[in-house]
């Protein structure tokens, strides 16, 4: 177990320093995000459409697909000079692999979303203090299901030759159950709704972190065979 | 061969990418001290092989069994360009449970490296990121190690420095399979030699005091039988 924790955290870490230092998925997914709340924020006609109407789906598009950037980053550091064959080498489980990629991404989406959030709320003026620790809890749910999942299927298309093409079309289908909860709860939360409101979303949004964590996990090693 | 139980042992071993068959039935065993050089031309299945005894790719038929540690040197350096050498080797070793700094700096000063080890990888020649690899698979101290060219693309004192690290290997009683066009760099270290011929094991025999012209004669011989 030791060496389990071990070798997914080196994993994760060696990740992130890599990052860090090429900045390189890190960068387009801020101007990625950048963008999509600019463009969102001058479609609107401030006279007929309210800010906390269109606000939720522009949050979640900017976080969805900027995520998507550096989930397709991940697997394809391990194939530049197969450094995935020398994974394959140690004596760690597949799994490991699996849990390094998946908090080394999770890292990643939430610098994104840390860093994406308050222009969210300068963009669209919302006064988001008070509802800011339920709305981070949202985010935070949202993000571990769609980051695992990303994940899993970024070791899955990785080998093929368009990667960069596959991962945002096998990924979104997968992503419509915790962005749709993601959504509607992030609605919910800025409209000032009391919490039981939001009980039947959260559960459905729990319920999806659960199943996908647990399915990815197990699958992972499915996906390394050649 | 020399040993009872081998570190490295394939039977019966067939690979199929698709309907291509890559390796037929090949069978050998390596035990400590054992260095067996693999000869054959371009796509006879050395490096397929090579993967199939790492454990990288599964035979489609045949069993494979490893009893120790196994290092491999691929074609890829399965190293990170944005990290330096002494991260690289540091990461790697996390993974083996090997933390000590000092064998990192003395896996460096043994493929002189040392004065390097603080530069990313992405500065280095072929030839240091081919001594790097080498270094990184070095790292487990394992049982086995497989090379597949691993003296590609390397200078002379480069290609020294490799030659005494497989000489030191033996030495120290570790099995060695290599696969190379560089006879003339090996012949002199290897025991046995293997001739594969369109994906089969023609010949699997003594090196017994034969230079590269006599070993690449008995090859044109096995090849031309069919």
Redesign the interface.
């Known amino acids: 177990m030791g ?1 389990f924790w ?2 997914a955290l ?1 994993i994760a870490a ?1 990740d992130m ?2 990052e860090w ?2 900045k390189t998925a890190f960068a387009s997914a801020m101007v990625f995000a950048v963008l999509v709340l600019a463009v969102f924020y001058f479609a609107r006609d401030p006279t007929a459409v309210g800010a906390i109407e269109i606000a939720p789906g522009a949050l979640w598009v900017t976080f969805t697909f900027a995520a998507m950037l550096g989930l397709n980053r991940a697997f394809m ?1 391990e194939s ?4 995935m ?8 489980a597949p799994s490991a692999i699996f849990v390094g990629k998946f908090l080394g991404n999770l890292a990643f989406v939430g610098v994104v979303e840390l860093v994406s959030l308050p222009l969210f709320v300068l963009f669209y003026n919302l006064p988001i203090i008070e509802q800011l620790p339920a709305l981070m809890g949202v985010i935070a749910m949202a993000t571990v299901a769609f980051v695992a999942v990303g994940t899993l299927l970024s070791s899955m298309v990785v080998r093929t030759r368009f990667a960069e093409l596959m991962l945002p079309i096998l990924l979104l289908p997968f992503l419509i159950p915790p962005v749709v909860g993601a959504v509607q709860l992030t609605s919910r939360i800025l409209s000032g709704r009391p919490l039981s409101d939001l009980a039947g979303w959260l559960k459905l949004l729990a319920s999806f972190d659960i199943i996908f964590v647990v399915l990815c996990f197990f699958l992972f090693e499915a996906t390394l ?2 | 061969m020399q040993g009872t139980e081998p570190a490295l042992r394939a039977e019966g071993v067939k690979r199929r990418f698709g309907h291509r068959v890559v390796l037929r039935d090949v069978s050998i065993a390596v035990s400590g001290g054992d260095f067996l050089m693999l000869v054959g031309h371009n796509g006879a299945g050395k490096t397929t092989l090579i993967r199939v005894l790492a454990g990288l790719l599964k035979p489609s038929e045949g069993t494979v069994r490893r009893s120790g540690s196994t290092g491999m040197v691929a074609h890829s350096s399965m190293l990170y360009d944005a990290l330096t050498a002494r991260e690289n080797l540091a990461f790697y070793g996390r993974l083996y449970g090997k933390t000590d700094p000092a064998l990192v700096d003395a896996l460096l000063e043994q493929i002189g490296l040392a004065p390097h080890g603080d530069r990313r990888v992405a500065t280095f020649s072929r030839g240091m990121v081919q001594r790097l690899s080498i270094a990184r698979a070095l790292l487990p101290d394992p049982e086995v190690l497989l090379l597949d060219e691993p003296l590609t693309g390397l200078d002379e004192a480069a290609a020294v420095i490799v030659r005494n690290v497989l000489r030191d290997l033996k030495r120290r009683n570790r099995a060695v399979v290599v696969a190379t066009h560089q006879l003339v760099e090996v012949v002199d270290l290897a025991s046995t030699v293997g001739f594969m011929v369109d994906g089969r094991l023609a010949g699997l025999e003594p090196v017994a005091g034969r230079d590269a012209h006599a070993v690449m004669a008995r090859y044109r011989e096995l090849a031309a039988d069919g």
């Open positions: 060496s071990t070798a080196a060696k320093k890599i230092r090429t550091l530049e000079n197969r450094a064959d020398a994974l394959l080498l140690a004596p760690i065979d050649e």
